[in-house]
């Protein structure tokens, strides 16, 4: 079937994206390797492709107005299949009419010892994700620039809310051990500021961008609500939501380092454990200015994500 709008990746952003649009009317085709998908939204067509060829990206994404660009690979292996993967979705777009809208986070950045994130930060990047994150997110504009492609981006902190997120520092660690009465397992230091983005916040930006022409060319700060709230801040609004004391654990650089040992993912979160060592505070003033959204309150939003993981036990 035709439809307007393509979202490439089944995941927890890519399935807020989806479901802004449904709201909204609109037809949506979703894209995976595996063509699968839990829950999936009424209405939505969900295909099999392998996004690392340009000419299946060509394929699953023709006659499309705007397309979403929410696929990734394992954390693991990001510096080795990200780029090709962003690749070969360009080259595949290249020359079409659709809009390129992409999922970034903040990763390109690099330590910015306590400042506020604004879009207009240099890239300094010291990790391996952290330059893998820049290069993608520079070739993409180089892209829109050369005009092969309309392209525009967002970019948000740590993800919490719906769709369930085993490797996010407010996520399954946090919400499935508080909801049994036990402690939320955090990282870092819990007690200074740390801007988390609620996700269905993201996937609305996400349509935002995608309509809007004075998006294109240029990367965007989801709105977040409070974005100077500390994990502590936030478990303890989570306990009052459940009715329970609060009760919490922290993970630091070394016990992560020791998880590494076992667990690939924990490896992987090592060189990123700066983000919870200072203050890291995002600044999404432009994006609220410009398109006049505002973030889902956070209380608002703990409450549904916290509904969300009831009706979803832990398998």
């Known amino acids: 079937m035709s439809v307007n709008h393509v979202v490439l990746g089944t995941g927890a952003i890519g399935r807020a994206a989806a479901n802004e649009l449904v709201k909204r009317g609109e037809t949506v085709r979703m894209v995976s390797r595996s063509g699968k998908m839990d829950e999936t939204p009424a209405g939505v067509e969900v295909v099999s492709a392998d996004l690392y060829d340009s000419a299946k990206v060509k394929e699953v994404t023709r006659g499309a107005k705007v397309v979403y660009q929410a696929s990734q690979p394992e954390y693991t292996q990001w510096p080795e299949k990200f780029p090709s993967l962003q690749k070969s979705i360009i080259d595949g777009l290249s020359g079409s009419e659709a809009k390129l809208v992409l999922v970034e986070n903040l990763y390109m950045y690099g330590e910015v010892n306590g400042s506020s994130m604004t879009e207009d930060m240099p890239h300094n990047a010291h990790t391996r994700k952290g330059k893998t994150r820049s290069e993608m997110s520079k070739a993409a504009f180089e892209a829109h620039k050369a005009g092969k492609l309309k392209v525009t981006a967002a970019r948000g902190s740590d993800f919490f809310g719906l769709w369930g997120l085993p490797t996010a520092a407010m996520g399954e660690r946090t919400f499935y051990p508080m909801i049994a009465g036990k402690a939320a397992s955090l990282v870092g230091n819990i007690d200074i500021p740390h801007t988390h983005t609620f996700i269905p916040d993201f996937g609305k930006a996400l349509v935002i961008l995608g309509e809007r022409s004075e998006a294109d060319g240029h990367a965007w700060h989801v709105p977040n609500d409070n974005p100077r709230v500390t994990q502590r801040e936030m478990a303890k609004m989570i306990a009052d939501e459940l009715g329970l004391p609060l009760k919490v654990s922290a993970m630091g650089k070394a016990m992560m380092w020791m998880g590494g040992l076992f667990i690939p993912e924990a490896k992987e979160s090592v060189e990123m454990m700066y983000e919870f060592e200072k203050p890291f505070i995002v600044d999404s003033s432009r994006f609220e200015k410009t398109f006049g959204m505002k973030a889902t309150p956070m ?17």
């Open 299 to 315: 209380k608002d939003a703990i409450k549904t994500t916290v509904a969300w993981y009831k009706s979803h036990p832990q398998k």
